[in-house]
């Protein structure tokens, strides 16, 4: 469309990018008449009541409430028509869709580390199938960095102790900026990286060119195994630790009355800080693990606990969630 | 001391022929080191205060003046990655909190404010002196830890950075912005105090110039905000040196209550910088016009407005933080709700033109570009609450620009409009026409050549607080906006050229040089010590022009005498 | 007192008493504001900590002496009963009265701020303070459930932080009622003004409303 070619406009690269370009170019060409108007009346005034001799003084006004009523008015109605437009394109970059495939992206001083679902890690490279929607689960090792695509219009905060979300669907294949958005110390105009697209076959190919041993869920799987947790956290033992099967994204009753969504954060702080939140009907007595995994190593672990399914059959989703 | 019987308005006579026997002027009225530095005029207080605000601003762009050189190439080449995070953080922290947040309260609203309610001093003079000390002792420490190795936090502080990783001054410098504020909130106190209860017999609330609406509106927010960056501060400073873990998710902290703590302050803050820059748009319309300001009452309440709506808002800084979506949608539509009063304003400010006296000396060349400039900087606000803008232009050069925009263009606009409205009064010299209104047009081009590129580079995707560039299209922009700051730089260094020269060489002013009608404009140039010789008793609204078209007849002669050009 | 010198006491840029009395009564309560909000944002970051981490904070506010606690908010009430007398005192121009009375509010004042230093000092013996040397070893499962360190060592770095700030406050409200108690002796006040005694009693009732809020919140968690 037109407006894919404007000059000044990075790139639309993305589902998103589009929406996002007409409400700007919308509100630009709104600001600026209404600007070109404001200034219009300004010099007409200017010139038509220029002083003409030194003790002149201006005409007393009495306005009508009704004028400034209308000036008050008319403004609130515009900007809150903004307000549910960029709400509405805003909820679409929240909403992640059915089916996204997860990719983790560790912030860290100064570098952006990703994991893709099939177990491939990246450092300040990405790369992406076109078409498919990309759900990002975004943390950061030390400071808060922000995780910023501009072809995408993309961008998210990268917190230490927790996650946030973001998602995209590539629409053009091609290389397309990293940057952190978020001043982090000395390096942080260096922290920038390249997200390539590529059209699916071509991705499967880099995908097995450079697949490691084993997936995100395969090394969480070995990690739950190594850190003990499946000494509990077992079909057959459900008196000492909840089943882990299917719990992801469902509702949690806890201790105390309360409900949560067993969500990344939740599951993340039942790691760290398990005494935090107690599932109704057990006893708190996990140990924490802070300390003792690396941020990766979570999300190892959480990418295996989101592939156990609830038809009680432990293992990872194999097909590498593609 | 209690008014009598009878008194009647203040007498508009010239002073000129009074010479011999009038009290002297607050600025002969003693003289030396000691007369100064333990004064409780609040005129001298006043001058006192311009004279440090000048030169933080003068400091504050040097570091810009670095900045913008540095970013002419893409590459990182004049200075290193750790010298530039300590410029742009040394620029922010300068320009907003020893030049932005205090100047135009603590420089015109000290001097106006007694003033244009006929009192004869702020409800505590002493309190007034010693802000300016308070005020003094934090720039002192803000400025060492700029010497004493830097700070490279960015104005903002935001943790884990600033409280766990950065390696510089952090606390002294968190110090130097507590005991800063401090002196904000003795303002702030001083200015509501004698607002509410100082004002002369006669003056009620709506009887009020707006400059005084303005500093009051400024002050609620003053004494609301302040104290929460205050306790902020020192939560940051106690994470830095006791580890009290409030910040650190190692410890159950959370570095988004940071943020939330801290915007909370520092979206009010940009308020307490804008207000009386409006206040003094209100007084420039109104006196170069020669009418009163169009719905005068609408623009009190919209600064009433502005001031309460302000607190609701500070999330539109966290849109991507992580916080929900739908804790952002509420700061937006508030955000929508708070550019209203402000779209009001404007609008009534431009039909104050409509069938006035218009005229166009210095100061009213400065109101002009604030009008011009407020509309680019205020939309563009309106663009940056809008969700799915903000998104993609937030941490960008996009915001950059939209700040200095309402900043520079509004804030120091009308800064430096009021001092050229007020110089005369202030000084009792003239400065020469013709420098000034070729420094104002400079400012105003300048301005906009610096700024306006980085709303482009902003949307392209250009971060903030960015070393280096590595994007080579996006030099031309940055050369462009760079050439700017050397523009603006000269715009604003010819005034304090011409103004100082002006000290020692200029005309010396009539009591009412631009014809203006004000209680300020009814004293001598500059005033006395006590303001007013006798009490005031006000009979009038403000801007009356109609009831004083003689005192106008009588400026306008005595203006041609001092051969204003 | 001589007239000269009674009406020295009204500064010149008032247009009168009434006028000099109500702006620095005025200025004082708009003072109290700032300090609400600056206290407020301390309180806001324990609240939401506390929402989050309920058996920590309680357990962790456990260790804390309900009883000195106790007998301190005792004694600020108390104080602030002689704050009050000592305005009656001045308003009749009663001087030894009024004396007396700052003088009891600063020996309360002084009270409160010894226990509170008993109080600390229990808890450097226990490594319940921040720094390094923190410690804390209830974490059984007991009543409170399991305990994380860390997060009981938040309650006591919170507590540290927001008990700290009152006491400068009490410490700067005993410099205040000291200089009022010389100016006392030195025959300063008088019917005709006194404006200093009720201002500062304004400062110090605040201080004590702060601690009575603190007290409940830090003490008394989950107590029957």
């Known amino acids: 469309m037109i407006l894919a070619n404007l000059p000044f406009m990075p790139e639309q690269a993305s589902t998103i990018a589009h929406e996002i370009d007409e409400l700007y170019v919308f509100t630009v060409v709104l600001s600026t008449v209404v600007s070109l108007l404001i200034v219009a009346a300004l010099i007409w005034f200017m010139v038509r009541y220029k002083r003409r001799s030194a003790d002149e003084i201006g005409h007393r006004e009495t306005a009508g409430d009704w004028l400034e009523i209308t000036w008050t008015v008319i403004p609130a109605i515009v900007f809150l028509g903004l307000f549910f437009w960029g709400a509405k394109v805003y909820f679409d970059t929240y909403r992640v869709p059915e089916g996204a495939d997860r990719y983790y992206v560790v912030g860290k001083q100064w570098m952006w580390k990703f994991q893709h679902p099939a177990g491939n890690r990246e450092i300040n490279e990405l790369h992406v199938p076109v078409g498919r929607p990309i759900e990002l689960v975004i943390t950061s090792e030390d400071v808060i960095h922000s995780f910023f695509v501009p072809a995408f219009r993309t961008k998210r905060d990268a917190v230490p102790g927790r996650y946030s979300t973001a998602w995209f669907e590539a629409t053009k294949t091609g290389t397309y900026d990293i940057f952190c958005a978020e001043y982090c110390g000395a390096e942080h105009s260096l922290m920038i990286g390249k997200i390539t697209v590529m059209e699916p076959a071509d991705y499967e190919a880099w995908l097995v060119d450079k697949l490691p041993e084993r997936t995100l869920a395969a090394s969480g799987e070995e990690l739950f195994q190594e850190k003990s947790c499946n000494t509990c956290h077992r079909a057959d033992s459900d008196a000492r630790a909840p089943i882990l099967n299917g719990i992801y994204g469902s509702e949690v009753a806890l201790l105390g009355g309360a409900r949560v969504t067993a969500d990344d954060n939740y599951i993340r702080e039942s790691i760290i800080n398990p005494a935090g939140k107690v599932v109704a009907g057990y006893q708190p007595i996990m140990p924490t693990y802070k300390g003792q995994l690396t941020e990766e190593e979570i999300l190892e672990l959480m990418s295996y606990i989101q592939s156990l399914e609830s038809a009680g059959h432990e293992g990872e989703g194999a097909e590498g969630t593609m | 001391m209690n008014p009598g019987p009878g008194q009647k308005e203040q007498d508009m006579s010239s002073t000129a022929e009074h010479q011999t026997d009038a009290p002297p002027d607050y600025l002969n009225d003693g003289y030396g080191l000691r007369s100064w530095l333990l004064t409780t005029d609040h005129k001298r207080i006043a001058m006192l205060y311009l004279m440090s605000v000048t030169i933080f601003f003068m400091m504050g762009s040097f570091f810009a003046a670095l900045i913008r050189a540095e970013l002419v190439t893409p590459e990182g080449d004049l200075v290193t990655p750790d010298m530039y995070n300590r410029l742009f953080t040394m620029h922010g922290v300068i320009m907003v909190f020893l030049f932005l947040i205090p100047t135009i309260p603590a420089v015109f609203g000290n001097f106006f404010v007694p003033i244009m309610i006929g009192a004869k001093d702020l409800a505590m003079p002493r309190l007034n002196l010693a802000s300016w000390y308070v005020f003094n002792v934090g720039a002192v420490l803000i400025l060492y830890s700029i010497f004493a190795g830097g700070l490279d936090t960015g104005w903002t502080f935001y943790v884990p950075y600033s409280s766990s990783y950065s390696a510089t001054n952090v606390v002294t410098a968190a110090v130097g912005i507590f005991i800063a504020g401090f002196a904000s909130i003795m303002t702030g106190l001083n200015l509501m105090v004698t607002i509410h209860r100082m004002r002369a017999p006669g003056m009620t609330w709506f009887r009020l110039p707006l400059f005084v609406w303005a500093n009051y509106a400024t002050s609620i927010i003053i004494l609301l905000g302040t104290p929460v960056v205050a306790i902020t501060i020192l939560m940051v400073g106690a994470e830095r040196m006791f580890q009290l873990g409030i910040f650190d998710p190692a410890y159950g902290g959370d570095p988004i209550l940071f943020q939330h703590l801290f915007w909370f302050y520092s979206h009010p803050a940009v308020y307490i910088m804008v207000l009386p820059a409006m206040g003094i748009q209100s007084e420039l319309m109104a006196a170069f016009a020669r009418k009163r300001i169009f719905g005068y009452r609408y623009v009190v309440y919209s600064s009433l407005g502005i001031a309460v709506l302000g607190f609701l808002v500070w999330g539109h800084h966290m849109y991507t933080s992580g916080q929900s979506a739908y804790a952002a949608a509420v700061f937006s539509i508030l955000t929508m709700l708070v550019a209203v009063p402000s779209a009001v304003k404007t609008f009534n400010w431009t039909a104050t033109l409509y069938r006035g006296s218009i005229s166009f000396q210095t100061p009213m060349l400065y109101a002009l570009a604030f009008m011009g400039l407020f509309l680019v900087g205020g939309l563009t606000g309106v663009m940056l609450g809008t969700l799915g803008i903000d998104v993609h232009v937030h941490d960008t050069y996009f915001v950059v620009a939209h700040f200095h925009y309402v900043m520079v263009g509004v804030t120091v606009s009308a800064f430096m409009g009021g001092l050229h409205y007020w110089w005369p009064k202030m000084t009792g010299r003239l400065y020469p026409s013709f420098p000034s209104k070729i420094s104002a047009i400079l400012v105003f081009l300048g301005f906009n050549l610096t700024f306006f590129p980085q709303f482009l580079l902003g949307f392209m995707g250009m971060p903030r607080r960015y070393h280096a560039y590595p994007v080579e299209d996006w030099q031309v922009l940055n050369v462009l906006s760079s050439a700017g700051a050397t523009v603006l730089g000269v715009g604003f260094l010819l005034p304090a050229v011409y103004l100082t020269w002006s000290l020692f060489r200029g005309k010396r002013a009539p009591a009412n040089p631009w014809g203006a009608v004000g209680l300020e404009w009814d004293i001598p140039s500059p005033p006395t010590k006590h303001n007013f010789e006798e009490d005031v008793v006000v009979t009038h609204e403000a801007y009356d022009y109609d009831a004083r078209r003689d005192a106008i007849a009588a400026a306008a002669a005595a203006k041609q005498e001092a051969d204003l050009v | ?224």
């Open chain 3, 1 to 224: 007192m001589s007239e000269a010198v009674q009406n020295s006491r009204l500064a010149h840029w008032y247009r009168s008493w009434e006028e000099q009395t109500e702006s620095v009564t005025l200025a004082m309560w708009f003072f109290l504001v700032t300090e609400v909000m600056f206290f407020g944002g301390i309180f806001t970051a324990y609240l939401i900590y506390r929402a989050q981490n309920p058996e920590a904070f309680a357990a962790a506010s456990h260790h804390l002496d309900i009883v000195m606690g106790g007998v301190n908010t005792a004694v600020l009430i108390g104080s602030s009963l002689t704050v009050v007398m000592s305005v009656w005192a001045a308003e009749r121009g009663k001087q030894k009265a009024l004396a007396t009375w700052l003088f009891l509010t600063m020996l309360l004042g002084l009270t409160f701020l010894v226990i509170k230093y008993f109080e600390y000092s229990a808890k450097f013996e226990h490594n319940l303070v921040p720094g390094a040397s923190f410690e804390f070893h209830d974490t059984r499962a007991g009543e409170h459930g399991y305990v994380d360190p860390s997060r009981a060592r938040m309650f006591f770095h919170l507590y540290f932080f927001m008990t700290g700030l009152h006491a400068l406050h009490m410490i700067i409200g005993l410099g205040i009622y000291g200089v009022l108690l010389f100016n006392t002796l030195k025959g300063k006040y008088s019917v005709r003004w006194h404006d200093p005694i009720p201002v500062a009693g304004l400062y110090w009732h605040f201080v004590d409303l702060v601690w009575i809020f603190l007290f409940p919140l830090l003490y008394l968690i989950g107590r029957h």
